[in-house]
């Protein structure tokens, strides 16, 4: 008898595929777990909590309230609340209730958690983000069920949809992953000329847009400009610096400043 018998007609899944399932597998076995929970219901009220023996409920607890970054007990009351209203519910008949959609609840718990919140107000903004994403995929649905989709309805759904983008930068900069822009310019020249990119009030030059300080200046100073960011001064300037465009003839610049000047690849000055 052939070992797929009771699979009936189901063809074996090709060889590619399942060593790319294997790996999919071992990647599965590194994400964090995700602690269950259980909805249960009685004399016409519901409830959740855990679906595993007591003997493991302070473990179970601490993984619930890691996931909003809190040891508050009103506060992680207060997020599972306010989670809950944003599922859908369902009627149970023994029970003679209605309660939340247990794998909606477990599944909004979990989007908290993957974020990973350092802290409350962090997890608000996680909290947020489920919100505006239960919104746009709902509003979607409702926009392409009908016949055809109404206008106002994709142009909400887009808006929710950049919304979300925006919150997902916002965790990201409050988290300190923000970016610092460098931009390097080559010409077909033999000569290589690196542009340091300062913003105007940038952090690190002292909100100033001009005399880099620090690891900037330490970055010009190495490819041959003045270390203190002054212009260069003219053989008859009486005293003020005056800043010499590159299509113009330099100004004569003492012997070791002159050292600091970048040797192009040919060896010319």
């Excluded at 595993?52 to 970054?69: E, I, K, N, R, V």
């Excluded at 994709?154 to 970016?179: D, F």
């Excluded at 190495?222 to 300037?237: K, Q, R, S, V, Y």
């Excluded at 590159?246 to 003492?254: D, F, I």
């Amino acid at each position: 008898m052939s070992d797929h018998a009771s699979d009936g007609d189901k063809p074996n899944m090709p060889r590619a595929l399942k060593e790319l399932g294997e790996k999919a597998i071992q990647r599965h076995k590194r994400r964090s777990a995700t602690p269950a929970l259980k909805v249960e219901l009685s004399e016409g009220k519901w409830w959740f909590g855990s679906p595993f023996s007591s003997d493991a409920d302070d473990q179970w607890t601490a993984l619930m309230f890691d996931g909003f970054a809190t040891r508050s007990q009103a506060t992680f009351r207060t997020f599972m609340t306010q989670l809950t209203a944003l599922c859908s519910s369902d009627w149970d008949k023994e029970a003679d209730a209605w309660h939340p959609n247990e794998d909606e609840l477990m599944a909004a718990v979990q989007v908290v958690r993957s974020v990973r919140p350092r802290n409350e107000a962090q997890a608000c903004l996680a909290a947020q983000m489920v919100a505006v994403h239960l919104m746009q995929m709902k509003l979607s649905a409702q926009a392409l069920n009908g016949g055809y989709p109404d206008p106002r309805s994709c142009a909400i759904a887009g808006k929710l949809a950049r919304t979300y983008a925006i919150q997902l930068e916002t965790m990201a900069k409050l988290k300190g992953k923000g970016t610092r822009q460098r931009i390097t310019v080559r010409k077909t020249s033999t000569h290589e000329h690196k542009h340091i990119h300062l913003h105007q009030g940038d952090i690190e030059n002292g909100d100033q847009p001009h005399r880099p300080r620090g690891t900037r200046a330490a970055e010009i100073n190495a490819i041959g400009e003045p270390e203190d960011g002054a212009a260069l001064l003219g053989p008859h300037t009486p005293g003020n610096a005056v800043s010499v465009p590159g299509n113009q003839v330099e100004a004569p610049v003492s012997p070791p400043r002159r050292r600091l000047r970048v040797r192009s690849a040919n060896g010319n000055r």
